[in-house]
């Protein structure tokens, strides 16, 4: 039985390890493919469009950011990105601090409010937020992609900061106040810092949905000058949609920082899961 039972216990660790390994492989040559092949001119890339290329040239990166205008995009996709995480995160935790640490009778209402939030998809609400902002003056402004793009992580990280900081232990809190710090000092100099784990995985989280994200800028957008990536990399389908080269080479363009911030960034996010925040 015993024997049996290790077998049975050896064969589903192969499957596995099997499953892991092909899983792994069909995730990751497409990305391959779409990397080398954005070294491939485009009559190259027609005749072999799995064959490594014969002569790597960097021309299709030239054209991209020349036709493009990555450069521009790239920067404002970093600023998007950057002071909405920010905002988001900073807004985040302060709800969180208040929702369970101040004793309002109210809080649990209010933490029900803000989760609520996330049943709201941007597609059920794009075309009243596009009016909404015409007429209040916020269409085609930086102002009017980042406000957005806070509103909708709120939820998600008001929801983690919450169930990070309730674990918290209130003596804490209270050793400060009786020490005659007031809120604002032990949210600066208490708060943030403890929830440094959680700080990390909302940052991370957010960053990467606020670089990804499309739909919104290119409705809430017009000139060519407030594009984000995603969106400038779209207009490479349309204008030049036969040019596939230039495609790969702007999809490697936004691609890569995405990587690199999973490389260095993946043990903070499942470090912050991890001790804490979905900690009840």
């Not at 054209?63 to 985040?92: C, D, P």
């Not at 809120?183 to 959680?198: A, D, R």
């Not at 800028?217 to 230039?246: H, K, Q």
């Given at each position: 039985?015993n024997?049996?039972?290790?077998?049975i216990?050896t064969?589903?660790?192969i499957a596995?390890y099997?499953f892991?390994?092909l899983f792994t492989l069909?995730?990751?040559l497409?990305?391959?493919?779409?990397m080398y092949s954005?070294?491939?001119p485009?009559g190259?890339i027609?005749?072999?469009p799995?064959?490594?290329?014969?002569a790597p040239?960097m021309e299709n990166?030239?054209?991209?950011?020349?036709y493009?205008?990555l450069?521009?995009?790239?920067?404002n996709?970093?600023f998007?990105?950057?002071i909405?995480?920010?905002?988001t995160?900073?807004?985040a935790?302060?709800?969180?601090f208040?929702?369970?640490?101040f004793?309002y009778r109210s809080s649990k209402?209010?933490?029900?409010?803000?989760t609520?939030?996330?049943l709201i998809?941007?597609n059920?609400?794009?075309?009243p937020l596009?009016?909404?902002e015409?007429?209040?003056g916020l269409?085609n402004?930086?102002l009017?992609?980042?406000l957005?793009?806070i509103?909708?992580?709120?939820?998600?990280?008001?929801l983690l900061s919450?169930?990070?900081?309730r674990?918290?232990?209130d003596a804490l809190?209270?050793?400060?106040?009786?020490?005659?710090?007031?809120?604002?000092?032990?949210?600066w100099?208490i708060i943030l810092?403890?929830s440094?784990?959680?700080?990390?995985?909302m940052?991370?989280?957010?960053?990467?949905?606020?670089?990804n994200?499309f739909l919104?800028?290119?409705?809430l957008?017009?000139?060519e000058?407030?594009?984000?990536?995603?969106?400038?990399i779209?207009?490479?389908?349309?204008?030049?949609?036969e040019d596939?080269?230039?495609q790969f080479?702007?999809?490697v363009?936004g691609?890569?920082?995405m990587f690199i911030?999973?490389?260095?960034?993946?043990e903070?996010?499942?470090?912050?899961?991890?001790?804490?925040?979905?900690k009840e």
């Amino acid at each position: 039985m015993n024997e049996r039972t290790k077998t049975i216990s050896t064969g589903w660790t192969i499957a596995s390890y099997v499953f892991l390994i092909l899983f792994t492989l069909i995730t990751i040559l497409p990305v391959v493919w779409m990397m080398y092949s954005s070294l491939k001119p485009m009559g190259e890339i027609m005749l072999h469009p799995l064959r490594l290329p014969t002569a790597p040239t960097m021309e299709n990166y030239q054209k991209a950011f020349k036709y493009g205008n990555l450069v521009v995009s790239f920067l404002n996709s970093i600023f998007y990105a950057g002071i909405a995480t920010v905002s988001t995160v900073l807004l985040a935790v302060a709800a969180g601090f208040s929702l369970t640490k101040f004793g309002y009778r109210s809080s649990k209402f209010y933490f029900g409010v803000f989760t609520l939030g996330l049943l709201i998809t941007v597609n059920s609400v794009i075309t009243p937020l596009f009016i909404m902002e015409t007429n209040v003056g916020l269409y085609n402004t930086r102002l009017g992609v980042i406000l957005p793009y806070i509103a909708f992580g709120l939820p998600m990280a008001i929801l983690l900061s919450t169930s990070y900081i309730r674990g918290i232990p209130d003596a804490l809190i209270e050793a400060a106040v009786i020490d005659g710090a007031s809120y604002v000092q032990i949210f600066w100099k208490i708060i943030l810092i403890v929830s440094t784990p959680v700080i990390a995985t909302m940052s991370i989280l957010n960053f990467l949905n606020n670089w990804n994200e499309f739909l919104m800028v290119f409705t809430l957008t017009s000139g060519e000058d407030m594009r984000s990536l995603p969106v400038a990399i779209n207009s490479f389908a349309g204008r030049l949609n036969e040019d596939y080269g230039l495609q790969f080479a702007a999809l490697v363009v936004g691609t890569i920082p995405m990587f690199i911030l999973y490389l260095v960034a993946h043990e903070s996010v499942i470090k912050g899961f991890g001790e804490g925040a979905l900690k009840e």
